[in-house]
């Protein structure tokens, strides 16, 4: 323990971060910066040529900043996992999916661990950032890196949960505050050692299940606060109120309320999945939770209601879907980025070519796509709204020119409230 908090102290510490996409190429770039040399080690071979030869690859990542570290020697990429043998410190930032019956998939977290006790060395600390439901570090990871070292003194098994929101200018790796939960109290003696040279705040808790817990809570809050909006979109909508005016109004309150805001559903990494892992274990407990998968049903139906209300606004203007022609506007799964995971457009693009529509979609930040079934490249953001039966909002990118959309759409429907700032209603704007 002494030797390998000394090694971190003096950055002499050798680190692979197994992973390199929106969680791992921040923390490699953070630890190079720091003065570590890290290794980022991942399967696909795109990613390991692009971060060998200094490009980045994620928008919050500037390539200028990594080409240098890369040049000094601080940062190499492999797609050998032979580089673990070497690695004082591993993290683990790879993906955990749900299946097609939303279940937790880990298996991506069961191949890592194999993949380092395969290599495994007295004296290393394993972090494990992916998200996961409570005792997955403990259950899964703790059992198959204890076969013959010591947990506590010769190997070192921490859980903290990435918290990467994508585009955020204000808040990046650094100051982000870190939670950090330890299989033994030297564990997190050890963890917080390395996550204190690139974070400003680390937040101990007394175990790796609470460390998963906290994940979770700080998802499904905002799943379940998002299901809730959603909902009351709906109600509004029959009484014919405008849900985001009332929200932008009930925000005005300086205490007891935290605005939410519609939209057409959940994307991303975390929030459509997280709240998922822990209804799952629960249901292991015999415990449903009630909460969780009700905000599930409602975010999950919200790709159809808009298709609905595309539909409907078609129907008024004596229109039929069937054979229409519909414009997506934005498929990344939220504005100024290129992440698509999860994005609610596929289903709204899957659903309207169900119902007979020519579907095409324009996004600055998405060329093109080949996701969830649907391969399309973009329509150029510079080309003419009026040859569509429909505009459909459903990424709210600042650099799309709406004030155009507005003057040559025939029908637009704003799923994301974007057109108020650009002279609000219309007779060609239908609202969620």
Known sequence: MKALEEKIADRSAEIVVIGIGYVGLPLVVELAKAGFHVTGYDKDPRKVAALSGGTSYIEDIPTDVVQPLVAGGKISASTDPAVLGRADCVIVCVPTPLNKTKEPDISYIVSATEEIVAHQHPGMLIVLESTTYPGTTREVMVPKLTQG??????????????????????????????????????????????????????????????????????????????????????????????????????????????????????GGHCIPIDPLYLSWKLRELKFQAKFIELADQVNSTMPSYVVGIVTDALNDRERSVKGSRVLISGVAYKKNITDMRESPAFDVIAELERRGAKVEYMDPWVPEVDEHGVRMKSVDPAASFAPYDVVVIVTDHDDVDYARMRREARLIVDSRDVMRKHGGAGHNIVGL
């Open 149 to 266: 070292f010591a947990l506590g003194e010769q190997v070192f098994v921490c859980f903290s949960p990435e918290r990467v929101d994508p585009g955020n200018k204000r808040y990046g790796t650094r100051n982000t505050p870190k939670v950090l939960g330890g299989s033994t109290p030297a564990c997190i003696v050890v963890g917080q050692a390395l996550y204190s040279q690139i974070i400003d705040t680390v937040v101990p808790v007394s175990s790796t299940d609470t460390a998963e817990m906290v994940k979770l809570l700080e998802n499904t809050f905002r799943a379940v606060n998002i299901g809730l909006v959603n909902e009351t979109a709906q109600i509004a909508r029959r009484l014919g109120i405008d849900v985001f005016e009332v929200v932008r109004a009930a925000s005005t309150k300086p205490f007891g309320f935290m605005p939410f805001y519609p939209g057409p559903g959940l």
